[in-house]
C-alpha cells in the first residue's frame, strides 16, 4: 500500500472517530412541530467557525419535551454591555402593568441591576444557575442582565395563566435552579416551601393576594430589599465578569416546549445595526428619543433594549402587546412601536390608529430553510426593513413561516404586501421574509415572497387559488398563480409581476 493509501486511510479512521463523539439525538420530528433555531454556536481561538450542535441533557427526558441550548457570549458583548451600563444615558423606562405607568431611570435600572449582582456576589456565591419564573417584566430584565455580568447559567420561565403546581416542580426539579426568582402570588406559602427545598427563592411582591412580609419564611428573599441596597461593590462585580451559559424555556399555554436562541454573532450583528438605525436612519421629531413597547422577553426584545440604552432613548416596556389600550398609546405617543409578527395582523385594521408610530416587528421561531445547513451567515440575518404601509409606517421583519396560513385573514396580508411592495430599501440580511414552500408536496403553495436589495427576485404564491388559479381578495386585488401577481391600490399599480427584478430605484421590474 502507497503512502497516499495509508494517509487516505487515516484521513477516513479520523473521521470515523470525531463523528462518533459529535453525534446528537435526532430531533428532525420536531423542527416543523416547534420552528425553533436548533442551533449550537461555539466559538473556535479567532476564526469563530460555528457548529451546528444540540447539546443533551436530562430535560430530553420530559413527556413534554423540553430542548436545552448552551450559548456562550464572548468578550465584544461584555465589553457593549459594559460600555452601555457604565455611560451616563438619558434612557428612561417606563413599565406598564394594567393601565399604571412606572417611570424608571437609566441610572435606577443600573442600580437595580449591581445591586442584584451585588447579591448574588456577596452572598450567594455558590449560585451557578439561576431561574426566572415571572411575567415579562422589569423585574425579569433586570435579573437577565444581571446574570449576563455574573456568568450565571440562566434559565428563562415565562408564567403561564392557571398552571399546575405538580407540574411546575417536575420543570424545577429537572432544571435544578440554585436561584429561583418567583412571583409572590403565584403559589401559596405551602407550595413556596416545597421549592425552597430545591432552590433559593427571592419572592417579586407586587400584588401580595394571600402573602405579607411577616409570614414569608426568613429565608426566602425579598426582591425589594434586594434591588435597593446601596451595599454596592461595582469594581468587584465588572472585574468577575465571565462568559455566560443562557437556556431560554417558552413554554406555552399547550405546554409544549421551544427555545429561542441567537448565536454571539447574531446577537453582536443586530445590536449593532439596530443602534445605528435608531441615531441615523429614523426620523424622528427628538433624535433623543425613542419609545418602543416589548411584547416579549426574548433576544430580539433584549438587543432593542441594549442598543436604545447606548441611544440614550426612552422604553416604554410592556409585556403583552395586544393588553394595551389604544388610549395608552395616544398618551404616550411612542415613536417606535416594536411588536411580535403575528400582532401586524392585528394592526392591520386599525392602521389610523398608529400613524404616528413607526412599527418594528419581529418573529423568533426561525423557519427550517433559515438555518442554512447549519449555519448563518454573517451580517444580520434575521432582520429586514422595508418602507411600510404609508410613508409614516415602517415595517421590520424577520423570517418566519406562517404554517397555518389558511386561518389568516388573506386581505389583511395583501394590505401588508401592498405596502412592502411600493419601495423596498437596502436590504439589512437574507432575503427571505415568507416560506418555505414544500419541495417535497407540489401541491403546496403556503405563501413564499423574497424582498430583497435591488437586483433581487420577487416571487409570490399564494393557497386558497379558486379553479382559475387566482384569488380575489377583494376589488382591484387579485392574485394569480401564474406567471405573474398584480396588485393595484385605488389609483395606482403597486407592482406586477411574478417573475422580476427591483431596479436600482427599488422598483419591480417585470421580466
Request: aromatic share 14%; proline share 3%.
Amino acid at each position: 500500500m502507497d503512502s497516499i493509501s495509508y494517509i487516505l486511510l487515516f484521513l477516513i479512521t479520523v473521521t470515523l472517530f470525531l463523528s462518533f463523539f459529535n453525534r446528537y439525538p435526532d430531533i428532525s420530528p420536531y423542527l416543523l412541530e416547534y420552528q425553533s433555531s436548533f442551533s449550537h454556536f461555539r466559538n473556535s481561538g479567532e476564526s469563530a467557525i460555528y457548529k451546528n450542535r444540540i447539546i443533551p441533557s436530562d430535560l430530553f427526558f420530559l413527556k413534554e419535551k423540553i430542548f436545552y441550548f448552551e450559548t456562550t457570549y464572548y468578550k465584544i458583548l461584555r465589553d457593549i454591555l459594559q460600555e452601555g451600563l457604565n455611560k451616563k444615558s438619558k434612557s428612561k423606562i417606563y413599565s406598564v402593568f394594567g393601565k399604571e405607568i412606572h417611570e424608571f431611570s437609566y441610572d435606577d435600572l443600573k442600580k437595580k441591576i449591581l445591586s442584584f449582582q451585588s447579591y448574588i456576589f456577596n452572598f450567594c456565591s455558590n449560585i451557578k444557575k439561576l431561574a426566572v419564573f415571572l411575567p415579562n417584566t422589569l423585574e425579569n430584565f433586570i435579573a437577565s442582565i444581571a446574570a449576563h455580568f455574573s456568568g450565571l447559567t440562566l434559565v428563562v420561565i415565562p408564567v403561564l395563566e392557571n398552571i399546575d403546581f405538580s407540574f411546575f416542580m417536575e420543570i424545577i426539579c429537572t432544571v435544578k435552579p440554585d436561584l429561583l426568582i418567583i412571583s409572590d402570588n403565584i403559589f401559596s406559602l405551602n407550595d413556596l416551601k416545597k421549592i425552597r427545598m430545591i432552590s433559593e427563592i427571592i419572592l417579586v411582591t407586587k400584588q401580595s393576594n394571600y402573602l405579607t412580609l411577616e409570614n414569608i419564611d426568613p429565608t426566602i428573599k425579598i426582591w425589594d430589599n434586594i434591588c435597593n441596597s446601596e451595599n454596592l461593590y461595582f469594581e468587584k462585580i465588572f472585574n468577575t465578569v465571565q462568559d455566560t451559559l443562557i437556556m431560554f424555556v417558552n413554554i406555552e399555554k399547550n405546554r409544549k416546549f421551544t427555545i429561542s436562541e441567537f448565536s454571539h454573532l447574531n446577537f453582536i450583528s443586530a445590536y449593532i445595526g439596530l443602534k445605528n438605525d435608531i441615531l441615523e436612519k429614523c426620523e424622528f421629531t427628538d433624535k433623543d428619543i425613542f419609545q418602543s413597547t416589548i411584547p416579549y422577553l426574548d433576544n430580539f426584545s433584549r438587543i432593542v433594549l441594549y442598543s436604545t440604552f447606548v441611544a440614550g432613548s426612552s422604553i416604554i416596556f410592556k409585556s403583552e402587546f395586544l393588553n394595551i389600550s389604544d388610549s395608552i398609546c395616544h398618551n404616550l405617543f411612542p415613536t417606535i412601536l416594536l411588536v411580535p409578527s403575528e400582532t401586524i395582523l392585528y394592526l392591520a385594521n386599525k392602521i389610523d390608529s398608529y400613524l404616528n408610530s413607526s412599527i418594528f416587528s419581529f418573529w423568533y421561531k426561525w423557519s427550517i430553510s433559515s438555518l442554512n445547513n447549519g449555519r448563518i451567515s454573517k451580517g444580520i440575518p434575521f432582520i429586514y426593513k422595508s418602507l411600510g404601509i404609508t410613508n409614516k409606517l415602517k415595517l421590520l421583519l424577520t423570517s418566519y413561516t406562517f404554517e397555518n396560513f389558511t386561518d389568516l385573514d388573506i386581505s389583511q396580508i395583501r394590505t401588508i404586501q401592498a405596502g412592502l411592495g411600493t419601495k423596498i430599501t437596502r436590504s439589512l440580511c437574507c432575503n427571505r421574509i415568507f416560506g418555505p414552500i414544500s419541495s417535497t408536496n407540489p401541491n403546496d403553495y403556503r405563501h413564499k415572497v423574497h424582498f430583497g436589495p435591488p437586483s433581487s427576485t420577487l416571487e409570490v404564491k399564494i393557497v386558497n387559488l379558486n379553479s382559475e388559479n387566482e384569488f380575489e381578495l377583494t376589488s382591484g386585488h387579485i392574485f394569480a398563480r401564474g406567471l405573474s401577481v398584480t396588485f393595484k391600490d385605488t389609483d395606482n399599480w403597486v407592482y406586477t409581476g411574478l417573475n422580476g427584478i427591483f431596479g436600482e430605484d427599488g422598483c419591480l421590474i417585470v421580466k
